[in-house]
């Protein structure tokens, strides 16, 4: 960890510390006498930090439930899917493609892995609802790397109602609560 410490024109401090960002992991920018930003940083590291499969899909159903709820949901369903869906099918298709990572089949189920999850990484940048983003947003290289690190990213996230807790941030199991 070090200190860095720039002294910047007062209108390109959102354009500085943008940078500093992209450059460096931050804890935090101060600002002092309008023109210097002090800033607490580490290098980043070029290895993205995703969830484990285990721990993305702790406590999710058994892929015989997932995909009756899928396939319930995609018949009886509205016109439009929703992100759950998507984030659910993507997941479930990692799910799948991990069980035999080994040859036969698991290609194929790797292939359809990586599929969903760059579509859900792809709608998500589009920005037509809500999603985690933590640490990693949908537009981040990390993220565009590895989509289906994306997807356990995003299914942890999604998995834990935070409704009733005190954080600022929505409940994305449950966004209109």
């Excluded at 359809?112 to 760059?118: I, M, Q, R, S």
């Excluded at 990390?142 to 989509?147: H, R």
Aim: glycine share 6%; with cysteine; charged share 30%.
């Amino acid at each position: 960890m070090f200190e860095i410490r720039v002294i910047c024109d007062p209108a390109d401090t959102d354009d500085v510390t943008k940078a500093l960002a992209a450059a460096f992991t931050l804890s935090d920018v101060r600002r002092r006498k309008h023109v210097r930003l002090y800033a607490t940083a580490e290098p980043r590291t070029t290895e993205a930090r995703w969830p484990t499969p285990e721990a993305a899909y702790d406590g999710a159903p058994c892929i015989a439930d997932e995909l009756d709820w899928l396939n319930r949901t995609a018949a009886d369903g509205p016109d439009e899917l929703d992100r759950d869906w998507y984030l659910r099918n993507a997941a479930l298709s990692d799910r799948i493609a991990l069980r035999e990572p080994n040859g036969g089949a698991a290609a194929d189920e790797a292939e359809v892995a990586e599929a969903t999850a760059v579509y859900l990484l792809d709608s998500d940048k589009a920005g037509r609802e809500l999603y985690g983003g933590i640490p990693y947003p949908p537009g981040h290289p990390a993220s565009e790397a590895d989509p289906r690190g994306y997807v356990r990213q995003e299914y942890a996230l999604w998995s834990v109602c935070t409704c009733d807790d005190s954080s600022e941030l929505p409940c994305l199991k449950h966004p209109s609560a």
